[in-house]
């Protein structure tokens, strides 16, 4: 060793996660949350389903019922179809995530790609989200009496915004914000 301390056993020295599936099936060593099954269950239920519920209504109206449901349906066959192919492109390629996948398909300008979109999607969203939110609080809370001014609503919108973590957007939590404000403005 160069700093001429004891070289440490293969077992106690650190290792490198360099394989993806290893490093998402591998136990997390920094505990941090505290979150249960249904709250976890809930979090998957509401990123599959994602933002694109709130428009499915408009677009059976645009539609027409029978061909909304004509739609949706192809569009979940095509859905379907495109994961069975996803799951039989990694068998052949013998690997086990997308991101193994796309490199071997694509090289690895395709994976930068890949890498690059897998950031901006959910960051575009996240500014989406920010955006809706905003437009829709301010409506509900000018309905609500004694709420008339955005300076009354532009403190709640930017503490929900920068929430470091989703356990502090639990009820409890949102209803003793709003009461701390109302406290302070009398």
Known sequence: MERGGPELPAAAAPQI?????????????????NSNLASAGFNIINSIIGSGIIGLP????????????????????????????????GNLSSTNTYQELVRKTYGLIGYLILSTLQFLYPFIAMISYNIITGDTL??????????????????????LSSFSSQSQ?????????????????E
């Open 17 to 33: 996660e360099t394989d993806d599936q290893t490093a998402l099936v591998s136990k997390s060593r920094n505990k941090g949350g």
């Open 58 to 89: 408009y677009s059976m109206k645009e539609a027409g019922f029978p061909l909304g449901v004509l739609l949706l349906f192809g569009v979940a066959y095509i859905t379907d179809y495109s994961i069975i192919l996803l799951i039989k492109g």
């Open 138 to 159: 301010t409506k509900v809370f000018l309905r609500i009496p004694g709420v008339f001014t955005a300076e009354s609503v532009e403190p709640i919108c930017v503490r």
């Open 169 to 185: 957007l639990n009820l409890n939590t949102f209803l003793w914000q709003i009461r701390l404000k109302r406290a302070s403005l």
